[in-house]
């Protein structure tokens, strides 16, 4: 606190009391310690091993990891005590949290992030093509996505599998019809009711309407955009930037051709296969959701194909006849449990693994492949040696 004093004095001096003051709040939030968590580590410790954090620095890492928040009471006294200085404390303290309902926050962030839908309420249509599609219903969209995944993650078994694959979820008011459903009792209100939908039509977070709308065209579906965040999200493979100079003009909608075929060409130019060789078939399983997310049998005339073959995977390739089929594929894949526990891990600790972090990924990985739940994952990452300490600077 001595040099924000002595800035104060020397700005007292020269002008006012309200410049003094303003200065010195204008220094407090420029200070990398108040837009960063900084963790130094215990006093006094140095040189090339990893650092231990303090316990107070584990118990605010824990926090904002597993709430999205700041320590509350219990487990600041937690670190007063000493108990968050091995992994039984932590993972008293872990397993404390991770049942509160503060935890929702934190798997509400996670999810909005992975699945890309925290802009999901300013996502545009055409309202030629989508009349229904309104600020409403994208509300609605919105609380579906986020009570699924906090039913099944926080309050149901916690199954990555579960959140890939199930057929029940949590809608309200304008998502009735959009489902093809009657009302039900109070259906138009703010409460989220829980409905069984058909399996041969739903099948996972992925196919909800906000996911399906998020990743849709303005006035029509999206086999690019959807294939796009299946490979990034679900099986981590980043296809490459376009080529300089190659123009990406989405094919108009036909009211005679097939979305499908539309947008079939990109595969056809040698600048674009190599790209959409990897998205297409992964996206055009997804060719019965329209896009706002409706299940449909026809497109521009004739039966959707929604036909692929899934690749890239070492147990899991093969046909599929729809995304039904290729989620179900998928949530048995490792790759997809590996991609779901990295994301995880670099949610946890706000940065992408280094070479220190090879034992503690595999940890977690293990853990996630053995029980196929994310708290179990998220328990594992909170109570592994790495999160407890840091790197030292001159080995980043």
């Known amino acids: 606190m001595t040099k924000y004093k002595a800035l104060f004095t020397k700005v007292r001096t020269g002008g006012t009391l309200a410049n003094g003051v303003a200065t010195v709040i204008s220094a407090f939030l420029q200070s990398p310690y108040f837009i960063y968590k900084i963790e130094l580590g215990e006093p006094g410790a140095t040189g090339k091993d990893l650092i231990p954090l303090s316990g107070y620095e584990v118990g605010t890492r ?19 005590a000493g108990k968050l200085k091995t ?46 599609f309104d600020p409403t219903l994208r509300s609605a969209m919105r609380d579906e996505v986020l009570e ?15 959140l890939l694959t199930t057929n029940t979820t949590w809608i309200r008011g304008p998502i009735y019809p959009l489902y093809g459903l009657p009302m039900q009792g109070n259906a138009g209100g703010s409460i989220l009711h829980k409905v069984t ?40 493979v980043i296809p490459p930037d376009p080529p300089p100079g190659v123009a990406a003009n989405i094919p108009p909608p036909d009211p005679n051709v097939p979305t499908r075929v539309r947008f079939e060409q990109h595969r056809t130019m040698p600048q674009c296969s190599s790209c959409h060789a990897l998205l297409d078939p992964l996206g055009v399983t997804f060719e019965n959701y329209d896009g706002i997310g409706r299940y449909r049998t026809m497109d521009g005339g004739k039966a959707v194909d929604a036909s692929s073959t899934l690749m890239g995977t070492k147990a899991s390739d093969g046909p599929v006849k729809n995304a039904i089929e290729l989620l179900a594929k998928l949530s048995n894949a490792q790759e997809t449990r590996d991609c779901f526990a990295r994301q995880m891990f670099r949610y ?49």
């Open 348 to 396: 946890a600790f706000g940065r992408s693994e280094t070479k220190f972090d090879d034992a503690m990924v595999a940890d977690v990985l293990g853990a996630l492949t053995k029980a196929d739940r994310i708290p179990d994952l998220m328990l594992a990452i909170a109570t592994a040696p790495g999160f407890r300490t840091r790197i030292p600077v001159d080995l980043r």
């Open 197 to 236: 939908l058909p399996a041969s039509e739903r099948s996972g977070i992925f196919t909800t309407a906000g996911v399906m709308a998020k990743y849709g065209h303005a006035d029509q579906s999206s086999p690019v955009g959807r294939g796009k965040v299946i490979s990034e999200r679900i099986l981590c």
């Open 148 to 162: 699924l995944v906090d039913q099944v993650t926080r309050l149901g078994d916690g199954k990555l599998t579960t």
């Open 87 to 132: 992994p039984e404390g932590i993972a008293a303290e872990a397993q404390r949290l991770l049942t509160s309902p503060k935890a929702r926050d934190t798997i509400i962030s996670f999810f909005q992030q992975w699945l890309g839908v925290d802009d999901l309420l300013t996502v545009e249509k055409d309202p030629k093509a989508y009349a229904m």
């Open 62 to 80: 824990l926090a904002y990891f597993l709430t999205d928040s700041t320590p509350d009471d219990a487990l600041l006294a937690a670190a007063d």
